[in-house]
């Protein structure tokens, strides 16, 4: 599925495209691969909240300190608010309309108007001040086992669960 191989929203849709056309899908092939990436996208936050919450809570008891709830705010990932906040809008713009199709029909201008350039530049300068504030030095103090598990059973979790949805959704 092009949702879980190909890595920048954009590309899915394109992918995903090409491989509706070729397989005479009739967009059931698009459909299925941006909504697994917009899953991905939503997983990744909750996954970023709930390790936040872990670590907050486990540095407290480790360093008895008493950790400020402020520290999830500061661990949080906050492009995740901007894909909400993206989302609410473009939904309660596309429903306005009296069809689905009236709805796609007035987002899709707002969604590809120059928008490619400001997502390239918001995107290259959120992951790349993630890599700014790792402390690569302590890795070495940390043990990956137990992450490494909790990635693993959650990303087996979230395969399951945008199968069913998209199944849902798209199953004839």
């Known amino acids: 599925m092009d949702g879980l191989s190909v890595k920048t929203d954009g590309a899915v849709s394109a992918s995903a495209s090409?491989?509706?056309g070729l397989l005479k899908a009739n967009g059931s092939a698009l459909n299925a691969a941006v909504i697994t990436k917009v899953?991905?996208?939503?997983?990744?936050?909750?996954?970023?909240f709930i390790l936040a919450?872990?670590?907050?809570?486990k540095?407290?008891?480790?360093?008895?300190?008493?950790?400020?709830?402020?520290?999830?705010?500061?661990k949080f990932p906050k492009f995740v608010l901007g894909y909400i906040a993206t989302s609410l809008i473009l939904s309660l713009l596309a429903?306005?309309?009296?069809?689905?199709?009236?709805g796609a029909k007035a987002v899709a201008p707002v969604i590809s108007f120059g928008?490619?350039?400001?997502?390239?530049?918001s995107f290259t300068f959120t992951f790349f001040s993630i890599g700014?504030?790792?402390q690569f030095s302590r890795f070495k103090e940390i043990n990956l086992k137990k992450p490494?598990?909790?990635?693993?059973?959650?990303l087996c979790f979230a395969i399951a669960w945008r199968g069913i949805i998209s199944c849902l959704l798209f199953a004839k």
């Open 18 to 20: 090409v491989a509706d």
């Open 53 to 57: 919450t872990v670590w907050a809570y």
């Open 148 to 154: 490494i598990i909790a990635y693993a059973v959650s």
């Open 115 to 121: 928008t490619e350039p400001i997502r390239t530049i």
């Open 59 to 74: 540095s407290k008891k480790q360093t008895n300190v008493n950790t400020n709830p402020k520290v999830l705010w500061y």
């Open 95 to 102: 429903v306005s309309y009296h069809s689905i199709s009236e």
């Open 132 to 134: 700014l504030g790792t």
């Open 39 to 48: 899953m991905i996208d939503i997983w990744i936050g909750l996954i970023s």
